[in-house]
């Protein structure tokens, strides 16, 4: 059974930084390349960035560039988001999700095979 498992949200104030996490189970991590995703409230999936297999190389939404940076650890079957500069736009709950093909730039959720539940981030001005 596979299992993604988000941690690292919580309630931050503007400006503040930010690392999640994402522990993987029951799959061959380093054979899958890995994105992050968001979704607020009444908004559709959003991607945020993903890493291909080996790290090697990683897709950027633009919202993020420049205040986000992805990075795994195989030898962990973790996949880490960093935040900066948060702002409430921000607010949403982040997802990892894992795709069998490609190198982390698909941005169709549509295309992800296994999800985590998600951890909430909350941004207070």
């Known amino acids: 059974q596979v299992q993604l498992v988000e941690s690292g949200g919580g309630l931050v104030q503007a400006g503040d930084s930010l690392k999640l996490s994402c522990v993987a189970a029951g799959l061959t991590f380093r054979t899958y390349a890995m994105g992050w995703f968001r979704q607020a409230p009444g908004k559709e999936r959003e991607f945020v960035v993903g890493?291909?297999?080996?790290?090697?190389?990683?897709y950027y939404a633009d919202a993020g560039k420049g205040r986000v940076t992805i990075s795994r650890d195989n030898a962990k079957n973790t996949v880490y988001l960093q935040m900066h500069s948060l702002s409430p736009e921000d607010t949403s709950v982040y997802l990892c999700?894992?795709?069998?093909?490609?190198?982390?730039?698909?941005?169709?959720?549509?295309?992800?095979?296994?999800w985590g539940q998600g951890t909430q981030v909350t941004v207070s001005s």
């Open positions: 890493i291909s297999w080996n790290g090697g190389r990683s």
């Open positions: 999700a894992s795709i069998s093909y490609g190198y982390g730039s698909a941005r169709s959720p549509d295309r992800y095979d296994y």
